[in-house]
C-alpha cells in the first residue's frame, strides 16, 4: 500500500521567494499533519486538519506560513516570503481518526534550504 | 506543561551489546505513549504504542516498557541495521482542539558498529 507522499522532497530558494509543499495522505485517513523537524526543536506540529478542515493551528510560526487542504487526498503548506529560519525539514503525516493510542503515519519530508 | 524528554542524545554500541534509551514524560492525562524510528533521510517509521503502567510491547529485538513517568526501549543483541534515530511521543490528554496531538521528543540517536 502506497504510504503518505511528499513533495518535493528537496527544496533549494532564495529568500523572499514563495514556496509550496505538497503531500498526498494515504488513502482513507481522516487526520492530516504537518510538522517541521530541526535540530534545535525536534519536531513540531504546525498545524492539523480533519475532514480536509483544518483543526488547530496554534503551531504556525507567523502569518507567512498557510495551509491547504482542498481535498482528501491532498494538502498543501506554503510559506510566502520565504526567510533563511524556515529551513528546515517538514514532515506530512495522517492517521485514521485521532482516538487513543491511534498512530500516526509519516512521509518521508521535504528538506527546505532558504539561503 | 506537557514535554518529552530522551536520553542519552547519542548511543554508540558494539553489535551484540545489549542497551537501554530512556524517555521521561509529564503530560495531563496520557492517552497513549509512542515509539518511532527515524532513518536518514526518512520520516519515522511507527514502532509501538503504550497505554498504561507495567505494559510492554516486542518487536525483533526491541523492547518497550512504560512505567507511569518513562518509557524504556531495551534494545537486545543489537545489530548494525538498528543503527537509527529512535523517537518518543507522548499523546497528550487535554481537551480541545489540541487533544490527541503527539508531543515528541528530540531523539536518541544510535549507532551499532560490528
Known amino acids: 500500500d502506497a504510504g503518505v507522499i511528499q513533495s518535493p522532497r528537496h527544496e533549494v530558494t532564495e529568500m523572499g521567494q514563495e514556496v509550496t509543499l505538497r503531500c498526498k495522505p494515504i488513502?482513507?485517513?481522516?487526520?492530516l499533519f504537518w510538522y517541521r523537524q530541526t535540530m534545535m526543536r525536534g519536531l513540531e506540529l504546525l498545524i492539523y486538519f480533519n475532514n480536509n478542515v483544518p483543526i488547530d493551528d496554534s503551531g504556525m510560526p507567523e502569518d507567512r506560513f498557510s495551509a491547504k487542504m482542498p481535498n482528501a487526498s491532498f494538502s498543501t503548506l506554503k510559506i510566502q516570503p520565504s526567510e533563511p529560519r524556515d529551513s528546515a525539514v517538514y514532515f506530512c503525516?495522517?492517521?485514521?481518526?485521532?482516538?487513543?493510542?491511534?498512530?500516526?503515519?509519516f512521509g518521508d519530508g521535504t528538506r527546505l534550504s532558504i539561503l | 506543561e506537557d514535554q518529552v524528554t530522551q536520553s542519552p542524545e547519542a548511543l554508540r554500541l558494539q553489535e551484540g551489546e545489549s542497551s537501554s534509551l530512556n524517555c521521561s514524560y509529564t503530560?495531563?492525562?496520557?492517552?497513549?505513549l509512542f515509539w518511532y524510528r527515524q532513518d536518514p533521510g526518512k520520516g519515522p517509521e511507527f514502532l509501538f504504542t503504550?497505554?498504561?503502567a507495567g505494559e510492554e510491547k516486542e518487536k525483533e529485538r526491541l523492547k518497550a516498557t512504560l512505567t507511569k513517568k518513562e518509557s524504556f526501549l531495551h534494545i537486545t543483541a543489537p545489530k548494525p541495521e538498528d543503527s537509527a534515530t529512535y523517537l518518543c511521543a507522548v499523546q497528550a490528554g487535554n481537551y480541545g482542539g489540541s487533544q490527541g496531538n503527539l508531543i515528541f521528543g528530540k531523539g536518541t540517536k544510535l549507532s551499532v558498529k560490528p
Open positions: 503530560v495531563s492525562g496520557l492517552r497513549g
Open positions: 503504550l497505554y498504561s
Open positions: 488513502s482513507g485517513h481522516d487526520y
Open positions: 503525516a495522517s492517521s485514521l481518526g485521532k482516538g487513543k493510542g491511534q498512530p500516526q503515519h
